[in-house]
């Protein structure tokens, strides 16, 4: 299983940006993926995840309900996560990662459920 981020960059606030993660070897029809973030000295939060083995659940952290949107393609197994409104607060390392085997609704009843694989991120800052 590989994870692959894409499209950080430097955002002015208010803006918007749209992060991909390429998955190569499972499906997205059995694993459930995450997007996690990371700022200097913070700890790490779950942001969002999709998954669709329990027919097709999103969720949110409440730190960015109505602004981040989570959505996947299955042919190109690619998640993506489109973030609009943007604030300084949002600055931080993203990553994606999955599991098999388990979906959102359970991952939201467990705390710190470590994913079983990680990509390596892409940063976001929003600065003006």
């Known amino acids: 299983v590989q994870l692959v981020e894409s499209g950080g960059g430097l955002v002015q606030p208010g803006g918007s940006l749209r992060l991909s993660c390429a998955g190569t070897?499972?499906?997205?029809?059995?694993?459930?993926v995450g997007w996690y973030r990371q700022a200097p000295g913070e700890k790490r939060e779950r942001v969002s995840c999709i998954s669709s083995s329990d027919g097709a659940t999103t969720s949110y952290a409440d730190s960015v309900k109505g602004r981040f949107t989570i959505s996947s393609d299955k042919a190109l197994n690619t998640v993506y996560l489109q973030m609009d409104s943007l604030k300084p607060d949002d600055t931080a390392v993203y990553y994606c990662a999955t599991s098999g085997g388990i979906s959102c609704k359970v991952i939201e009843l467990l705390t710190d459920y470590n994913m079983d694989f990680w990509g390596k991120g892409t940063l976001v800052t929003v600065s003006s």
């Open positions: 070897g499972f499906s997205l029809d059995y694993y459930a």
